[in-house]
């Protein structure tokens, strides 16, 4: 008994010394503790473990049971928040993209894939994207280049120069372009412009050029 309690003393230093193997660790505990008890709170969804430390204490341990689909590495708060703005409005692809490009990895550390992010919408019960729904009001920066006739890369420059205004449900989630816009003014003249339609002439100003 002395020396179980003379090594109950220094438990911590023999937990983490730089030279005890795993086996040893699992010996330890054999040595200090006499059985462990599991039950189910099914109140709470807790595992409860009592420990029997040999010494004749006991201890209590809960430890939160998993749902049915849910594992130990759980999907952080923030990319499930991400998943919920953008779901119904974006593909699961347009939702890995942006969770990766966020810097916001999976619960295994490992980089967003479609097929992930349906995982976990199923397991969480967020809606799935239904391209059906659309009702043109809003446009993709591809759709939008469609409706224009021209190239994502102009989308965005016009984007960049202020001349149409996107909306992004979360930082760095693609572009939503309202359909009515492309038909606005300013766009409809950096359009018409030939060469760089985001270029943003000065009323006062002569160009040296013509676009004729």
Not at 161 to 176: D, E, F, K, M, S
Request: hydrophobic share 40%.
């Amino acid at each position: 008994m002395a020396s179980i309690t003379g090594l109950a003393e220094n438990l911590s230093a023999a937990w983490n010394a730089p030279d005890v193997t795993m086996r040893a660790r699992q010996q330890l505990l054999r040595t200090l503790i006499a059985d462990i008890i599991v039950d189910v709170d099914d109140a709470v969804r807790d595992v409860v473990l009592t420990i029997h430390w040999r010494g004749g204490q006991h201890s209590e341990l809960r430890v939160r049971k998993l749902k049915a689909g849910e594992h130990g590495c759980a999907t952080a708060e923030d990319a499930l928040e991400v998943m919920r703005s953008m779901a119904g409005r974006w593909s699961d692809e347009h939702i890995a993209a942006t969770l990766n490009r966020m810097g916001l990895p999976t619960g295994q550390g490992k980089t967003w894939t479609a097929h992930r992010v349906y995982s976990v919408r199923r397991v969480r019960g967020i809606d799935a994207y239904r391209s059906a729904v659309k009702d043109g009001e809003w446009l993709t920066m591809e759709e939008a280049a469609k409706a224009l006739g021209t190239t994502s890369h102009t989308i965005r420059r016009l984007i960049n120069a202020g001349l149409l205004q996107t909306v992004q449900v979360v930082p760095r989630a693609p572009h939503q372009i309202r359909a009515a816009d492309l038909t606005s003014e300013p766009i409809m003249a950096a359009m018409a412009r030939k060469g760089r339609p985001c270029r943003v002439v000065d009323a006062e100003t002569i160009p040296m050029f013509t676009d004729t």
